[in-house]
Nanobody, 114 residues
Framework: QVEFVESGGGLVRPGGSLRLSCAAP????????MSWYRQVQGQAREWVAT????????YTDSVKGRFTIYRDVASNTAVYLQMDNLKPEDTAVYYC???????WGQGTQVTVSS
């Protein structure tokens, strides 16, 4: 089982932007269905976005128009989540995951606060 490493989180003001990265050495991102999830402490993990091998993407309604999931096409070494116009309700630990995998990385904390 591959364990992904998430990074790029931090503290940002409402309206700000962050780009999250998801990496795993040797993993073929272009061949996988990759998703981002987020979890607020004490709550269930929530699906955020998915990208499939053909490049199609899907988003949960609350982030549509603000978040973009995409791959590093040139190097095939990472998947990203570009988050714009962040809101306080986006505060959570963010995780990436490949379809069919059951392991989770450490996640990266995103905090949106003034």
């Amino acid at each position: 089982q591959v364990e992904f490493v998430e990074s790029g989180g931090g503290l940002v003001r409402p309206g700000g932007s962050l780009r999250l990265s998801c990496a795993a050495p040797g993993f073929a991102f272009s061949e996988a269905i990759m998703s981002w999830y987020r979890q607020v402490q004490g709550q269930a993990r929530e699906w955020v976005a998915t990208i499939v091998p053909g490049g199609d993407t899907r988003y949960t309604d609350s982030v549509k128009g603000r978040f973009t999931i995409y791959r590093d096409v040139a190097s095939n070494t990472a998947v990203y989540l570009q988050m714009d116009n962040l809101k306080p309700e986006d505060t959570a630990v963010y995780y990436c995951q490949a379809y069919g995998s059951t392991t989770w990385g450490q996640g990266t904390q995103v905090t949106v606060s003034s």
